[in-house]
């Protein structure tokens, strides 16, 4: 009688004991999220050479510093080798060396590797100005998280500009022939009054 008593209570105990854990394995659980994906965008994903390109990049760790590598590629109708030119129907042709002497040094070539330290809310911001025409691939990849995003944007050559016309007007060719050819009617004409002239004088001579 003791030892069911026993077992009795100690079932008991243990139902008291378990009833809270199931309890609290019964209420609702908040969803685990996974991780947002990073993002990169350039806000101008085509300029010119001469500009720069603004990079956001969104996702990473707070306050966590990033790689951003560049690479570079060429664009379809790049330049053509050095030591020719390009004609208008896409061939080549060889062109003879030039020498000179240049006053100028030519620009620091932009960075392919560079780093950003990412903000309080996942963010950075960064300016990139190239110095090469082509196709640019930038990769920013955190050094805590390990999280990785990529986009591409394209480098045009400047084109050049054609020098303006004085006055805004395409010039005129006709003016300049037209001041000789009223000159010399002048001429005719004049030479038409003294040959009458000197015809009437022979005849009152004459007669």
Avoid: C
Avoid at 9 to 35: E, K, R
Avoid at 142 to 167: K, Y
């Amino acid at each position: 009688m003791r030892l069911s008593r026993i077992i009795m209570a100690l079932s008991v105990g243990l139902a008291v004991v378990a009833a809270p854990t199931a309890a609290g394995a019964a209420q609702p659980q908040p969803p685990v999220y996974p991780p947002a994906q990073p993002s990169l965008i350039l806000v101008d994903p085509t300029i010119t050479l001469g500009e720069t390109f603004t990079l956001k990049g969104s996702g990473f760790q707070p306050l966590e510093t990033a790689d951003i590598d560049v690479s570079i590629s060429d664009l379809p109708m790049a330049a053509p080798a050095e030591g020719t030119a390009r004609r208008s129907d896409g061939s080549t042709v060889a062109m003879a060396a030039v020498s000179y002497t240049s006053t100028l040094t030519a620009p620091q070539a932009a960075p392919t590797h560079f780093t950003v330290t990412v903000d309080a809310n996942d963010d950075f911001t960064v300016t990139y100005r190239p110095t090469r025409v082509g196709r640019h691939t930038f990769t920013a990849t955190g050094r805590t998280s390990a999280r990785t995003a990529s986009t591409t944007g394209t480098v045009f050559p400047v084109r050049p500009t054609r020098p303006p016309h004085h006055g805004g007007h395409l010039p005129v060719t006709g003016g300049s022939i037209g001041t000789p050819l009223k000159f010399g009617g002048g001429l005719a004409g004049a030479g038409a009054v003294l040959l009458l002239a000197s015809l009437a004088w022979r005849r009152r001579r004459l007669g």
